[in-house]
């Protein structure tokens, strides 16, 4: 599924492995699209399991603005046909997987602002 719309939001199916791609350690599942976060978020336990490891912690502001540290890693992540390294941030146990706007704009994909699907830019720019 490239991407769909439900009550206005944005999903994509998207493929997450560690950056080594060992033998059948991977993530796939749909995410939701977030224009307002820079990185990706996946519940800890499903990034461990699939061999992600921790290389730090940032701050993050949560969506109800409170902050908290929360550890990231990176992974290589694939969507649309695409593929990106990006950082990956650790969430909590119940938390819904988001696409951030650094693998989007990575890939030179965005989001149309009036249909909310998927649309890969015609270039990247570099100017």
Partial sequence: MLSS????????????EPIARPRG???????LVDTGAIDCLVAAAKLRKIGVRSEGKDVYELADGTTME??????????MGSETVTKVTFGPSDAE???GVAA????????DPVTRTLKRMA????K
Wanted: no cysteine; proline share 5%; hydrophobic share 45%.
């Fill in 25 to 31: 350690k991977r993530l796939e599942e749909s995410f």
């Fill in 104 to 111: 989007l704009e990575s890939t030179g994909i965005g989001v």
């Fill in 70 to 79: 929360l550890p990231y890693g990176f992974a290589r992540v694939t969507f």
């Fill in 97 to 99: 997987s988001i696409l």
């Fill in 123 to 126: 270039a990247k720019p570099l």
């Fill in 5 to 16: 719309s439900a009550m206005g939001l944005t999903y994509v199916t998207v493929k997450l």
